[in-house]
């Protein structure tokens, strides 16, 4: 477990200015304008606004083609009545938490991070969620505290799954499109093998220190 994997749950710590808050994973690019992201009207009464991760045609290829788990099967252990008690369809399509445009008002007054605490708690006493995904253990309490309660970013600024498998491919024209691409998944676009490392490449800036590298064959 990766405890920065967690810094999500606490987004009112880190800022006392602002209103609305934008979290990335560190494995994503932004071609777009992200004052754009930023600017983006989240529903009256929502705290946070994620994409849905059965929301593109593309996405429904790749689903198919590296055998993705998106619905709450996947990060839920059904067998466990805690979970069973939620009333949540387990073929609910899940939610993608590597981006997140927050609202901080809403954040605090619904007290979210209490309540993915409360989760984060329950889950060490009674093992309720699913260890086949990375990082099923920090997306899940979201995946519970925010079910039905958050608004949907615009498709094209989160194209997730480059990282799933090496081989999935999205086609070209569509990713220049996209606003911002996320190499989730075991795959990161620094290491190999990897998907469509050639857009990762073209903003990649080099290590002044020598220290880190990208991993590429014969280099």
Request: hydrophobic share 35%; glycine share 6%.
């Amino acid at each position: 477990i990766q405890q920065l994997n967690f810094v999500r749950f606490y987004l009112p710590l880190l800022t006392h200015e602002h209103e609305k808050v934008i979290y990335l994973d560190d494995d994503v690019i932004v071609q777009g304008d992200i004052q754009d992201l930023y600017d983006m009207k989240l529903t009256r009464g929502h705290a946070a606004a994620f994409s849905d991760d059965c929301d593109l045609p593309s996405t429904h290829e790749m689903v198919r083609s590296v055998g993705m788990q998106n619905t709450y099967m996947g990060f839920l252990d059904y067998r466990k009545q805690t979970i069973r008690d939620l009333g949540i369809n387990p073929s609910t399509c899940t939610f993608n938490p590597g981006v997140i445009v927050a609202n901080m008002t809403e954040w605090k007054h619904q007290r979210i991070t209490k309540q993915l605490e409360k989760w984060m708690q329950k889950n060490v006493a009674e093992n309720l969620y699913s260890s086949i995904l990375a990082g099923g253990v920090a997306t899940s309490p979201m995946l519970i505290v925010f079910h039905g309660r958050y608004t949907t970013i615009n498709p094209l600024w989160h194209v997730r799954h480059l990282g799933w498998s090496p081989d999935a491919r999205y086609s070209e024209h569509f990713l220049q499109e996209a606003k911002l691409l996320h190499w989730n998944g075991r795959y990161k676009p620094w290491g190999y093998p990897s998907g469509h490392i050639d857009f990762w490449e073209k903003w990649f800036v080099p290590d002044p220190s020598g220290t880190f590298k990208l991993i590429r064959p014969n280099s």
